[in-house]
């Protein structure tokens, strides 16, 4: 079956700019996670939802960072004011209510900030 | 912050040898896993343990866990060309057991 989807894979912006980064579940995983790798680096935890809401946000790095998940599938991370710090990739993953370690990651989103 | 780290930070070895990749985290876990990454991008889930485990197998990977010693190790037996990759070990803490904290990886280059 198809796994998570993310899109788009590559973006390209301008620092101060506004992005979005959308994420395509496995369908019938109800949580949901984001989370952004540094060059380098592992990823790291950004966002948790269970179905629609947002059990937990504690990754999130500041203000400039938000995620939605309105009809509890498609997920956006939205990035305000874009820095250059925020250059990453950006993850996401979905797994089955109950089975939290199971995630299936997404291919990503490499966001560039210039 | 990274919970674990694995070492070597790079290992290149030959096909047909064996790759053995080391993790250690600092807090009690519910769960270790290891991923495989490929050119940076989507991870691909390996194999998973449990705390009451000590030792599993997975087709050409064993995994053992040491909870007394906060460690994990990861064995890749007949190591081919396509197990190029980064592999990094994630842990799941008591509490919040959906949150996977990665360390920062082991890339291993196998020459063909």
């Known amino acids: 079956g198809a796994g998570v989807s993310q899109t788009p894979s590559n973006k390209v912006t301008e620092k101060g700019k506004y992005v979005e980064l959308r994420c395509d579940p496995i369908?019938?995983?109800?949580?949901l996670y984001w989370y952004r790798q540094s060059l380098g680096q592992g990823p790291e935890f950004l966002i948790y939802?269970?179905?629609?809401?947002?059990?937990?946000d504690s990754g999130l790095p500041n203000d400039r960072f938000f995620a939605v998940r309105p009809e509890g599938s498609v997920s956006t991370l939205k990035i305000q004011r874009t820095e250059r710090g925020d250059s990453a990739v950006y993850l996401c993953?979905?797994?089955?209510?109950?089975?939290?370690?199971?995630?299936?990651f997404g291919p990503g989103t490499r966001l560039t900030v210039l | 912050s990274q919970q674990g780290e694995e070492d070597p930070q790079a290992l290149s070895i030959q096909e047909g040898e064996n790759a053995t990749m080391n993790c250690s985290y600092k807090?009690?876990?519910?769960?270790l896993q290891w991923y495989r990454q490929n050119s940076g991008r989507g991870l691909v889930h390996l194999i998973l343990?449990?705390?009451?485990?000590r030792e599993k197998h997975s087709g050409r990977l064993r995994v053992t866990l040491d909870t007394s010693k906060k460690s994990s190790s990861l064995l890749i037996t007949a190591s081919r060309a396509a197990d190029t990759a980064s592999y990094f070990c994630?842990?799941?803490?008591?509490?919040?057991?959906?949150?996977?904290?990665f360390g920062k990886g082991t890339l291993l280059t196998v020459n063909p």
């Open positions: 993953a979905s797994s089955r209510q109950g089975s939290y370690n199971e995630q299936f």
């Open positions: 369908s019938g995983h109800t949580a």
């Open positions: 939802f269970q179905g629609t809401g947002a059990a937990d």
């Open positions: 807090t009690s876990i519910n769960n």
């Open positions: 343990i449990r705390s009451n485990e």
């Open positions: 994630a842990t799941d803490g008591r509490g919040s057991n959906y949150k996977l904290t």
